[in-house]
Each structure stands twice: as structure tokens, then as C-alpha cells.
């Protein structure tokens, strides 16, 4: 099975899979983020992180390359009354516009292998304004042990050092490492090591 077919097939049923509410990291960074401008959500699966951005006033992109998550992120957005540009696509080969979007969010996008994440935050660090907001959770590999969640792959997990080598440039950055029960629908449920960023272009 493809990592096409596999999302595909974990998103085909009638729950949210991560629930409708927005990450619990995301939402208590609501104090940072500007009174308007334009978001970008990668890999927003199932839309509860860019709908919720939408809900605080931002004119949001929710990219996202599994179309069954889409038709649900769409449906959360009507439901929630909020308008979101849905763009259907990968996040490794996106054509990330440069100096577009004063918020970009990379919430639990933990399926790139190295390679790809670098091509991810590289797109990442270009289509982010001057002084743009970035937003990064993911696990530790600490979660290998709780597996309550993620991927079971040690180099698709975070760390410190490999999120403050590679944003070392940005400024106002802040990381927050946490173990601590999840409860974020059935895929994000239990005791879970997590790691969340935020830091300024």
C-alpha cells in the first residue's frame, strides 16, 4: 500500500480521525497570531487546524494531498461558516510562493522521511513573510514508547536540536517538550511525548 492509499484509507470513515477541534499547541498560541493576514496549513488533513485559523479571522490555504480528508475539511468548513482556500496537493512538491503568508503552520506532519522534510521546510522558510509566525508540533521519539500515535520511524520524529539547528535563523524562538495525554479524536489519544515550536522569520 502506497502513503497515498494509506491515508486514503485511514481517512474513509465518518469520524475525525484527529477530531474537529484545533491541536491543543496550535490553540494556545492564539495570543501570537496577527489580527489578520493570510495562513498557510500544510498537510491540514482533515481541516481542524486551518478552519479553526479561519475562525480567528485569517484568510487560510489548507493543503492537503488526500482528497477524502479534503471532502471532510470542506464539510467542517461549512458547517463552522468560515471560508477556506482548499488546495489539494503534496506538501514535498507544492510551488510554495515566495513571501506570501504571515502564518504557516506544520502541525503533526510527521510522515516526511529526511529527505522530504527538508524540501517541506524549505518551502516553508521561503513562503513565510519577514517576520512571519511559524508554528511546528510533531512527537519526540520519547512516543516510541507510548505509541499512542505517529510514526513509529525514529528519523521521522523531532527533537530540540533538530528543530533549533534547522530554524537557528529565526527569531523569538520558543520549543516546549511535553508528556502528557492527548486527547485529539482516536488517532491522537493517550499519553503522548510531544514537542511544539513557534518562531518568527
Not at 45 to 59: F, H, I, P
Not at 148 to 155: A, Q, V
Not at 183 to 188: K, P
Request: proline letters at 3%; aromatic letters at 10%.
Amino acid at each position: 500500500m502506497s502513503e497515498f492509499e494509506r491515508w486514503e484509507s485511514r481517512y474513509a470513515v465518518s469520524d475525525y480521525i484527529f477530531g474537529k477541534e484545533p491541536s491543543e499547541f496550535l490553540a494556545s498560541c492564539k495570543a501570537h497570531l496577527p489580527v489578520h493576514g493570510k495562513a498557510l496549513a500544510i498537510a491540514d488533513g482533515e481541516g481542524r487546524n486551518g478552519v479553526w485559523l479561519a475562525k480567528q479571522g485569517l484568510d487560510v490555504v489548507s493543503l492537503e494531498f488526500s482528497p477524502v480528508a479534503q471532502a471532510k475539511a470542506i464539510k467542517l468548513a461549512n458547517e463552522l461558516g468560515v471560508i477556506v482556500t482548499f488546495d489539494t496537493a503534496d506538501v514535498h512538491e507544492w510551488d510554495y510562493p515566495a513571501d506570501t503568508f504571515d502564518v504557516v503552520i506544520d502541525i503533526f506532519t510527521q510522515f516526511s522521511a529526511p529527505d522530504d522534510r527538508v524540501k517541506k521546510w524549505e518551502g516553508v522558510r521561503s513562503t513565510l513573510k519577514k517576520g512571519g509566525l511559524l508554528i511546528v508540533q510533531g512527537y519526540t521519539p520519547k512516543q516510541l514508547d507510548f505509541g499512542t500515535g505517529g510514526p513509529k520511524s525514529l528519523d521521522h520524529l523531532y527533537t530540540r536540536d533538530l528543530l533549533q539547528s534547522y530554524f537557528s535563523d529565526f527569531n523569538n524562538l520558543v520549543i516546549i517538550e511535553e508528556e502528557r495525554v492527548l486527547r485529539e479524536g482516536s488517532a491522537h489519544s493517550g499519553m503522548s511525548a510531544i514537542i511544539g515550536m513557534t518562531a518568527t522569520k
